[in-house]
């Protein structure tokens, strides 16, 4: 349901509808939890979002921000919902190189105590 004369909706049915979140009660959900924010406000879920509104959702364990260009209240195809919003997330930084596990030979016993230095100074403690 979009038209010209819809100037604002409410947050939970349009994190709902671009989907950001699967269902419409876990963005209300997410709302009372302090995970959505409208311009920089925490967003109970009956809050209204304009166009041009930023809205920042924590999703997945990181944060992603959002600018409204269109309302909608129904959820739609994924195509047509990309364009209900610009997205502004920055990149996620490089993953760091880690080493890989370091196993010792089954049966060689309990590492000594020069061992676990030369083990903790491979992991790099």
């Not at 302090?34 to 166009?51: E, F, I, T, W």
């Amino acid at each position: 349901m979009t038209g010209p004369a819809m100037t604002s909706v409410r947050v939970d049915a349009w994190a709902w509808a671009v989907r950001l979140y699967k269902t419409r009660s876990a963005a209300s959900d997410a709302c009372k939890a302090g995970h959505l924010k409208v311009n920089g406000d925490r967003a109970k879920p009956s809050q209204q979002v304009k166009v041009g509104d930023e809205v920042r959702a924590f999703v997945g364990g990181s944060e992603k921000i959002y600018i409204a260009r269109r309302l909608i209240v129904k959820r739609v195809g994924a195509a047509i919902a990309a364009e209900c919003f610009e997205d502004l997330t920055p990149p996620p930084p490089p993953k760091a190189e880690t080493p890989s596990d370091i196993t010792r030979e089954r049966g060689s016993g309990r590492p000594t105590k020069r061992d676990r230095r030369l083990l903790d100074q491979l992991r790099g403690h």
